[in-house]
Structures are given as C-alpha cells and as structure tokens.
C-alpha cells in the first residue's frame, strides 16, 4: 500500500505522483483531500486528489515543494512507500447541472481543480476552464483541462504563454460575453479574494476551496479555522469548499501569514 507508482515532474519544484491506494481510488469524489506523511516521525500534509483510477487501484497527487515535509514527499521516487496516506477526507463537492460554469485555478490549485472540471462536464454543464500562472513552466494539466472542458483560457503575468493578464482579466472577459451560472476558483488566496469580489459584483454564485490553510485534517488542531457569513468554520471538516462570497479572505490571509518569519 501506498507504493509510488509514477512520478513526473510538471516543473523543478511541482512533481504529480501516482500512488497505490485501491480503497481510496474506489470511495474518492472531486473535492476529497487525503493526509499523507513521510517517515515515523513526519509531519501531516493534507493534498487534495487530482485524479482516481478505480480499475488500477490509484490516486493522483500534485505536490509543490515548499516546506522540509513537501520537499521530502518530492524527492521520494517510484517504487518508494509513502508511509501513510489517509482518505478520502473532507467534504466533496457538490456537483448538479446548473449550465455555464467557470472553473478558475491558478498555480498548483489547477490539480484539485481537475476531478471538479471533469465532475460539471460529466454532469451535462458547459465548462470553461481559466489557468493562470506567473510564466508558461508553471501552467499545469492544460492537456487533461483541455480533454474535460468546452474551452480553457490561459492567463499569464508575462503574456509568455496564452494572454498576458490576470486571472480576473480572463474571468471577466468570459462574464462580459456571456450568462455564468456559477464559478469554482482554486488557488493563492489573495487569487481567490480578487475571483471572488469579481464574480460578487456580476452576482454569480462563486465557490472556493480553501486547503491551503488546511495542517491537522480532522478538526483537532484548530489550525484551519477561518470566518464564512460571520461564523467559525473549519475548513477540513466543514469544507474544504464554502461560499467564496461568505469568506473573510483578509482574515484567511493574515492567519496565513502567522509564521512567516520563522518559515
């Protein structure tokens, strides 16, 4: 259990691993996150699911080498044994036909963004997919975003790949041509903010998944708590998906930024 079965690298610090976890594969919906750790004594990360083969028996998990814990998952090869990996956690996302929806990732929020792409489209939606990094390296999954949406847009900061702009300036240029009916955004949450004050003032229902914050993964630490519609939540339980418009990302952010300068 838990054997590395591929690993590729997307770019030198993000690798997507493909990992034996047959009953993980089986009970996983878009918007599950498992806990992995790394050694007897490892820290707990929780990564959210990019993808399942039910038939061979794994999961899909991106990983972008920040910390010493995710730095120690990356250099694991194939054929290596992550010691525990713990899931489906979380609660998935909800998935109905509701009939355009945007779905917005940037950097590595692109990889959870995927089982939920392919979720709406399966559900008979109209699907634009917007992907958004700093340069061209950095762009994720293109290839299985382009297999799974009616049409992908790339936003980049330099413009050396797709359109030179700003998430936003993706998402509005889809909003001022045609009627959303909902937007999913996944990524940096200063990303999610702007999305999500964006797609408030064309009120279109918009929903983020806020892992990023996520440390414990059961609710024990407390670690994730953040403020939706004026209430405690906690995000690995009660999400990790809420109500973007409800969220106090100022609050998220700052608590974010807690050990910055320790880290």
């Given at each position: 259990m838990n054997k590395i079965i591929s690993k590729e690298h997307f770019s030198e610090k993000v690798?997507?691993?493909?990992?034996?976890?047959?009953?993980?594969?089986?009970?996983?919906?878009?918007?599950?996150?498992?806990?992995?750790?790394?050694?007897?004594?490892?820290?707990?990360?929780?990564?959210?699911?990019?993808?399942?083969?039910?038939?061979?028996?794994?999961?899909?998990?991106?990983?972008?080498?920040?910390?010493?814990?995710?730095?120690?998952?990356?250099?694991?090869?194939?054929?290596d044994y992550i010691t525990d990996v713990v899931g489906p956690l979380g609660q998935a996302t909800h998935i109905e036909k509701v009939g355009t929806v945007i779905c917005c990732g940037g950097g590595v929020g692109v990889a959870p963004l995927l089982p939920i792409v392919e979720a709406f489209k399966k559900a008979g939606n109209k699907v634009i997919t917007v992907l958004a990094a700093r340069t061209k390296e950095l762009i994720i999954l293109e290839e299985q975003m382009r297999a799974n949406s009616d049409e992908v847009v790339i936003m980049t900061d330099d413009g050396s790949y797709g359109k030179k702009g700003l998430i936003t300036n993706g998402v509005e240029e889809i909003i001022n041509r045609e009627k959303v009916d909902l937007c999913v955004t996944i990524g940096p949450a200063i990303m999610m903010k702007f999305v999500s004050l964006l797609t408030k003032k064309y009120d279109i229902p918009t929903v983020a998944s806020l892992n990023t914050i996520m440390v414990d993964g059961t609710g024990m630490c407390g670690a994730c708590r953040i403020t939706v519609g004026g209430k405690t939540k906690f995000v690995c339980v009660d999400?990790?998906?809420?109500?973007?418009?409800?969220?106090?990302?100022?609050?998220?952010?700052?608590?974010?930024?807690?050990?910055?300068?320790?880290e």
């Amino acid at each position: 259990m838990n054997k590395i079965i591929s690993k590729e690298h997307f770019s030198e610090k993000v690798v997507k691993l493909v990992v034996e976890a047959p009953l993980i594969a089986k009970a996983r919906k878009a918007g599950h996150f498992v806990i992995v750790r790394v050694g007897e004594k490892g820290e707990r990360i929780p990564l959210t699911i990019a993808s399942a083969d039910v038939a061979k028996g794994t999961i899909t998990l991106v990983v972008q080498a920040v910390g010493r814990s995710s730095q120690k998952l990356c250099a694991l090869k194939e054929g290596d044994y992550i010691t525990d990996v713990v899931g489906p956690l979380g609660q998935a996302t909800h998935i109905e036909k509701v009939g355009t929806v945007i779905c917005c990732g940037g950097g590595v929020g692109v990889a959870p963004l995927l089982p939920i792409v392919e979720a709406f489209k399966k559900a008979g939606n109209k699907v634009i997919t917007v992907l958004a990094a700093r340069t061209k390296e950095l762009i994720i999954l293109e290839e299985q975003m382009r297999a799974n949406s009616d049409e992908v847009v790339i936003m980049t900061d330099d413009g050396s790949y797709g359109k030179k702009g700003l998430i936003t300036n993706g998402v509005e240029e889809i909003i001022n041509r045609e009627k959303v009916d909902l937007c999913v955004t996944i990524g940096p949450a200063i990303m999610m903010k702007f999305v999500s004050l964006l797609t408030k003032k064309y009120d279109i229902p918009t929903v983020a998944s806020l892992n990023t914050i996520m440390v414990d993964g059961t609710g024990m630490c407390g670690a994730c708590r953040i403020t939706v519609g004026g209430k405690t939540k906690f995000v690995c339980v009660d999400g990790p998906e809420f109500d973007a418009h409800q969220v106090d990302f100022d609050e998220m952010m700052m608590r974010l930024s807690s050990y910055k300068g320790i880290e």
